[in-house]
Structure formats: C-alpha cells, structure tokens
C-alpha cells in the first residue's frame, strides 16, 4: 500500500537467467509489475514448455504491512499474455508463496532510534522509552549487545519497580513493553544474563542489555521497550546516544551505530530527556 515503493529492477548478473526485460510499467499500491520482452543480443524470446529463470532486485519498504509484521507470507501471481508465433499465447497465472531473499544493505544502521520519557520531575520515577528499528537481522548467534549511553541526573531505585522483579542487584533494572502485550522485553538480557532486565552503570550513566537466547530481531520492525529510574534533585539533561556491537559480525563492521568508530548515535527526541530542578 506504498505509493512510493520505488520499481523493482531486473538483475543481469545471474548465469543462465533471462534478463531481457524491461519495465512496462510498476503500480505500487498494488504491487503490480508488467515486464516486456525486448529485443536484446540476438532474438529474445521465452519458448514454450521450457523453464525460464529471472530475478527482480527491489527495496524493502522501510515499514512492514499488516500481514508481513504478523509473520504471514504474501502470495504473489504471475501470467504471461501477447506471445507470439513459437511461444506460449498466454500463461494461466500461478500463485505461490515464494522465500523473498533480501538484498543485504550496504552499511548495517539503524532505521529509528528514539528516546523519551514520562516525567522530569525531581524526586519521581520516571520511565524511559526506548523505540529501535535496524536494517539488518540480528540473532542471539551475533552476541549483539545494547549500549544506551548519557542518562545523567537519574539513579535506580526499587521503589521504581515491581516488586517481585526486582533481584536486589543494585547492577540490575528490570524491562517493561512500552506496548502492552508486545512482548519485546523478552527479546533482552542483562549482562549476567537475567532475561527482561538490563545492567546499569550509576558510574557513567550507561543501560546495557543483550539478545536472549533464542531471540531474533527483524528488520524494519520496531521494537519499543521502557525502564524506570528516580529522577535526582538536581537539573541535569541528558545526551542519550545508543549503539550496537556485535562482536560476532562477519564483516568489518564491529558495530551498528550509523557514525564512523562506533562510538554510537544520537537518539532522537521529541522532548529532552532530563530530571528537572526543584
């Protein structure tokens, strides 16, 4: 339903595919192709009763639709109509449901990074949301770690917890779904690997959480999650910046953050995240 899907485009650097296509026209909303054959090296053609190969290159959308985010997989329908003399008059269309392998990005980086809060009045608690959506599919085989840097002015206090989640460990905040019912807090783990909960650093101000095991993060899907601190007495505003290592990563790039060095991006405010004077 993207009006501004971009046309998909037909790769020529497959062995043994055709290729000799071009774009007749693209509708988008509906997702609907039209390819010509056109008159490439020699007489192109798609003969009858033989099996002929092509491949499409095309951009994700930077959004998933309701089926894809649900997990189902789309049908797709393909028929052939104008052959001429040697060739098929017309191909019934087909339905399948294919695998759609996606073209790897360039650089891995973050598609939404956002943060927010509830409250900056001194003395309260005060859940920090945190939104993040990547271009890149992350699994607990990557060791990806979280870092959220730069939350000043802020401490963690039981009083800011369910009581039953809270282990004691003055390291240890537990996570919330900023959706009720999401689920995405149990993709996450603290450091010393208690799921739901993230390590915190009073020192430096610094939120680390790990994929648990078995998790899976896709791309292009947001996931939100939240934690509570006590905001201080004093008036101090943080500079929230997030980014991703992933030790485990095959290629030379050591972490997702969007800035050369990895030393993490900023994220994005609608408001400041600070605690207020009294």
């Not at 046309?7 to 007749?24: H, N, Y």
């Not at 089926?67 to 019934?92: F, N, Q, Y």
Request: proline fraction near 6%; aromatic fraction near 6%; include cysteine.
């Amino acid at each position: 339903g993207n009006t501004t899907w971009p046309a998909p485009s037909v790769r020529e650097d497959v062995p043994g595919f055709f290729k000799d296509f071009a774009i007749e026209s693209w509708e988008p909303t509906g997702g609907v192709l039209v390819l010509r054959v056109t008159a490439g090296e020699g007489a192109a053609e798609i003969p009858a009763g033989a099996v002929t190969r092509f491949a499409l290159d095309a951009d994700l959308p930077s959004t998933a639709d309701g089926a894809a985010g649900s997990g189902a997989r789309k049908s797709l329908s393909i028929s052939a109509s104008r052959g001429g003399t040697r060739l098929l008059c017309a191909v019934l269309p087909k339905l399948w449901q294919p695998v759609l392998l996606a073209k790897l990005p360039a650089a891995k980086t973050f598609v939404k990074n956002a943060i927010a809060q509830t409250t900056c009045f001194p003395g309260e608690c005060n859940t920090i949301k945190v939104l993040v959506s990547i271009n890149t599919e992350l699994t607990n085989g990557d060791e990806a770690s979280f870092v959220l840097h730069g939350l000043r002015g802020m401490t963690r206090n039981s009083e800011c917890f369910d009581v039953a989640c809270d282990t004691g460990d003055v390291e240890t905040i537990p996570l919330a779904d900023s959706i009720d019912g999401s689920n995405d807090k149990n993709l996450f783990e603290s450091e010393t690997g208690r799921q739901s909960s993230l390590t915190w650093k009073a020192a430096t101000g610094t939120a680390t959480l790990k994929l648990a095991r078995g998790a899976r993060m896709l791309p292009y899907i947001d996931y939100q999650i939240s934690f509570s601190l006590k905001n201080g007495y004093m008036a101090e505003t943080s500079a929230p910046y997030l980014e991703i290592n992933l030790p485990n990563a095959l290629s030379v790039v050591k972490c997702l953050s969007g800035v050369t060095g990895c030393t993490g991006k900023a994220m994005s405010m609608a408001a400041p995240v600070e605690a207020c004077a009294p």
